[in-house]
């Protein structure tokens, strides 16, 4: 073999190719929290079919002591377990990679390739010898390979171990069954192939206090802690998991200990007009309610979302976004609801929208979604993807302030009615273009009002008067504007030196972005980034584009929705917009954007402050 | 003019109920709906059942979709909370809000169109989940806000105003109701408030889902010869099943009738409905029997009226979800916040 075998530690991609349905998904899990556990950073990513058995499906997991979390692309590494992707899988494997694989079976030279390193362990016939049962066979398989990977990357065998133990305290007998699983995998290994290989892991001490946690539970704990007590469902695809988060979160914490009645109700209703339609009666009602859907949701959506706005009723819609449009690509990732969400509905309408970088902001956004939306009295979108929602992520952990109570907005109480306080439902007491509002059953002759979706006058009486609707519609607009400082600010990076360039990125791009930045720097090309978190666009956001000569604008969509946005709201020349665009359905890449921003700098002559520009390798 | 305000004169010895409300007050804005529609008949009666049982006019929230039978709601009960939603999409949005406030009574108000067409699927679902409510469709088997175009309740070979024969079959919403679990369901006509005033009281006091499917003529689009949904086709056709009387707890029971002709059900509010039978033997507990009797009299051409099916167990979706006493919407930070502890714990289980 020409080609050197890859030679790095604590930085490399591993991908396990399994066949859905065959149990491989809590295996692969354990080994990438097992390199947790050493101390070392790692970012697992499934990419699955939309299938319960049969179709294939891959776990990467992304091996970084640095911390980049975002998808690097490339694989050091190939667990192939599915005869059917077999040939795909040994192509993808980068020059000088490795090829991990079930050698029961003897397979013709043509099978491998010349430059890469091919380990070989006889799994089937291992686990054959052991047991009986068909089942057992097949997932005992999965841990024995992750037993197998333990020897040749050289990691802790006790940190696998100790995982087991914690995941089935009290079952004693899957404990034994497993740790045994385990150690004839790195038995075998240990005694017949070269361990370690080129690809090692070395404890560190880089993961510090963070947690590991998929997005959709964040996002379904982040509702019991904003105190939604009504969700209304359907289910969909990259969304149902925030539901049974929120179900199984409530169990546990909302469940009254007098009683063990529930403080909460999940109906799952026939469709997605009746899952927000229950969200937007529940929010009139003076309850916090939400739902949890993805792109074919948000369309079937719209008309309830336009009522909502224009009736001012508050609602907390977490969309968690795949590959569109109609059904699209339901199992792969995008960032393409921005515009569907952002003018939802017919007529004039704006919605607030909050753009979570990971399970970390999945959780306290959503948790935010609820006083925003009680505060501005109209229906809040979090914005996640599949990549955050539906992947195992390192994140910050979660916090509370147990000082904080919640913000239920501008509500007008009995004793406010009682003492004669002016009421009108629509009317803009003090310039923030939101009125006051009342919960049915608060006072038995004062506060009730008529809702509707038809033009009325501040005081909520049917009105086709122009002048009614005009005022109307200009309230909402400052209240809209109210809503620009209430969202959560963006975040911004300088670069190590001063520059022309920026970049404004936002949601699941985050760690993608930061290890492009540095990418780029290490080629002499310095950017500042922006990180949007909310829309309406906060006063910073129009600054910083003001301020830079060009400034790229990140997306995973094709029509370039956050630059659509900008320069429609901002009034931005969309020239100084440049747009950088990954929509094939696989989480965004450090080098996909760094290669992008570089081609164009070097395109438009456009020159940053600094070192002379070098192309980065893409 | 949009929005006619209806005079507070008030005679002086208006009869005043338990809670020294006059009908007045149960009252809302005057109609804008035709001369003679049969909609403003309902709305009258149900401003006579809320002034007859006494209830707070704030502790009932109304809601509807859109057409002329969901603009009512303006029309009574101005001291409650309303809201004028989505075409057919009305029973979702107050199962929402009976999610979230048990302690109120929820008054759905809909029109054939709005529940039979566009809203099917919302009906069918709001019933299956026993949402606890009174849910009334004013039935005139027209569009009438859009002039006249049939709706899924109007019967085959009926004729429209301009002399279209209606070819598709006919949703009987009762029937559908009956099969897919609502606990109270009756049929009525809007000119004939005798029976139609006790048979809303009885679905206030229910406790469950319940449904009343009042024909409602359209004075307008569909009064003539050749519609089955006009004054003089359902008087004609009307088969009535029984006279309902509601007698609340601690009411005197006064009326007499001869043996035999009584049928006595005691819901799980303690409210009592006397049930008179009226020429044929019909057994209001029977499900199965219900449905059959309505499809062999609907053979026959006839409207059959009355109260047709009630199961007093006093089940609700409530029930189902098992949640507490107190509505939700009421619970304090304290009840529904884990707080950091708990917090703390979880994220040390996701290390």
């Known amino acids: ?618 | 003019m949009t929005y006619l305000a209806k005079p507070k004169l008030l005679a002086a010895d208006a009869p005043r109920n338990a809670l020294g409300y006059t009908r007045r007050d149960y009252e809302g804005a005057i109609s804008t709906l035709c001369a003679g529609c049969g909609h403003d008949s309902i709305s009258a009666s149900i401003v006579q059942a809320c002034f007859d049982l006494d209830i707070e006019p704030h502790k009932v929230a109304k809601l509807s979709g859109i057409g002329c039978s969901s603009k009512t709601p303006d029309y009574f009960l101005g001291n409650s909370h309303g809201f004028n939603s989505v075409h057919g999409r009305m029973p979702s949005v107050l199962t929402g809000a009976a999610l979230a406030n048990r302690n109120l009574l929820y008054l759905g108000v809909s029109g054939d169109g709005d529940s039979a067409s566009i809203g099917i699927g919302q009906f069918a679902h709001a019933m299956r989940r026993g949402v606890n409510m009174t849910y009334i469709v004013e039935n005139n088997g027209v569009y009438g806000l859009t002039k006249g175009q049939f709706s899924a309740t109007a019967d085959k070979g009926t004729k429209s105003k301009k002399g279209v024969i209606n070819s598709d079959s006919p949703i009987d919403l009762a029937m559908l109701a009956l099969q897919l679990g609502a606990t109270y369901v009756a049929r009525s006509f809007s000119g004939d408030k005798e029976q139609l005033v006790p048979l809303i009281k009885g679905a206030l006091r229910h406790g469950g889902p319940a449904f009343i499917d009042v024909i409602s003529p359209c004075v307008t689009f569909n009064n003539h010869a050749g519609s089955t949904k006009s004054y003089d086709y359902v008087r004609e056709h009307n088969a009535a099943v029984n006279r309902l009387d509601v007698i609340l707890p601690k009411a005197q029971i006064e009326a007499s009738y001869p043996p035999g002709s009584l049928r006595r059900v005691v819901q799980h509010d303690g409210s009592i409905l006397h049930l008179r039978k009226v020429g044929v033997d019909y057994d209001p507990s029977d499900r199965i029997g219900a449905m059959n009797h309505l499809q062999e009299r609907q053979a026959l051409g006839e409207i059959v009226t009355g109260l047709l099916y009630v199961d007093s167990s006093g089940q609700d979706m409530h029930t189902h979800l098992n949640t507490v006493e107190k509505p939700l919407n009421q619970l304090g930070d304290a009840y529904l916040c884990p707080g950091s502890k708990a917090l703390e714990a979880l994220n040390a289980m996701l290390r």
């Open chain 1, 1 to 618: 073999m020409n080609t050197p075998a890859i030679q790095h530690c604590n930085d490399f991609v591993l991908k396990f190719a399994n066949v859905n349905g065959s149990g491989s998904a809590s295996a692969n899990e354990l080994f990438a929290r097992a390199i947790i556990r050493m101390g070392v950073p790692v970012a697992p990513r499934n990419i699955f079919p939309s299938n319960i058995q049969g179709l294939p499906t891959w776990y990467e997991v992304r091996v970084s002591e640095a911390g980049w979390l975002g998808a690097r692309g490339g694989c050091d590494m190939m667990v192939a377990m599915n005869p059917q992707t077999w040939d795909r899988d040994v192509a993808a494997i980068d020059r000088g990679g490795y090829l991990f694989y079930d050698s029961t079976k003897p397979l013709p030279p043509s099978k491998f390739r010349e430059d890469i390193t091919v380990l070989g362990v006889p799994l089937t016939a291992m686990c054959n010898a052991e047991y009986d049962d068909a089942r057992q066979r097949q997932l005992f398989k999965n841990i024995m390979y992750v037993g197998a990977l333990i020897a040749l990357l050289d990691m802790e065998f006790a940190a696998a171990e100790q995982l087991i133990v914690d995941r089935y305290r009290g079952k004693d007998q899957l404990i034994k069954a497993n740790v045994n699983a385990l150690r004839l995998g790195y038995e075998y290994a240990k005694k017949n192939l070269p361990c370690p290989i080129g690809l090692t892991v070395k404890r560190a001490d880089a993961v510090g206090d963070r947690i590991m946690i998929d997005g959709n539970s964040a996002c379904g704990l982040g509702a019991v802690f904003g105190g939604a007590t009504v969700a209304g469902w359907y289910p969909i695809t990259p969304s149902t998991s925030v539901i049974e988060s929120f179900s199984s979160y409530c169990r546990k914490f909302r469940t009254d200990p007098d009683n063990g009645r529930a403080r909460y109700a999940i109906v799952q209703a026939e469709d997605e007009l009746a899952s927000i339609g229950m969200v937007i009666g529940a929010g009139w009602n003076g309850a916090r309610a939400f739902t949890a859907t993805s792109g074919p949701g948000i369309s079937l959506m719209q008309e309830f979302f336009g009522l909502a706005y224009f009736a001012e009723i508050p609602a907390v819609i977490v969309d968690v976004q795949r590959g569109s449009p109609s059904t699209g690509m339901p199992t792969r990732t995008q960032q393409s609801d921005l515009l569907s969400c952002a003018y939802a509905s017919h007529g004039d309408t704006r919605h607030v929208l909050l753009f979570p970088q990971d399970a970390y902001e999945c959780f306290s956004l959503t948790a935010q979604a609820f006083d925003l939306a009680e505060r501005l009295q109209t229906p809040v979108f979090v914005l996640s993807d599949l990549d955050i929602g539906m992947n195992d992520q390192l994140c910050a952990p979660f916090d509370w302030d147990d000082s904080r109570r919640y913000d239920r907005g501008k509500l007008m109480t009995y004793e406010e009615l009682e003492a004669g306080k002016d009421f009108g439902r629509y009317l803009d007491v003090d310039g923030d273009g939101i009125p006051y509002r009342t919960i049915p059953g608060t006072h038995p002759t004062r506060g009730a009002y008529f809702t509707r979706g038809t033009t009325r006058n501040p005081y909520a009486k049917y009105s086709e008067v122009g002048s009614d609707y005009v005022y109307n519609m200009e309230r909402l607009r400052r209240k809209f504007n109210t809503a620009k400082d209430l969202v959560p600010a963006p975040i911004l990076k300088k670069a190590a030196q001063p520059t022309h360039v920026g970049v404004i990125h936002y949601g699941s791009t985050a760690p993608a972005m930061a290890e492009a930045g540095a990418l780029l720097a290490a080629d002499g090309i310095h950017v500042d980034t922006l990180r949007v978190r909310g829309f309406p666009f906060s006063d910073e956001v129009m600054q910083f584009i003001a301020e830079r000569d060009a400034v790229f604008v990140v997306e995973q969509n094709e029509s370039a929705q956050l630059r659509t946005l900008l320069v429609n709201e901002g009034e931005i020349d969309p020239k100084k917009l440049v747009r950088v665009l990954h929509y094939d359905g696989s989480p965004i890449t450090a080098r996909f954007i760094a290669g992008k921003i570089a081609d164009a700098l070097s395109d438009r002559k456009v020159s940053p402050i600094g070192q002379p520009q070098r192309k980065v390798a893409s």
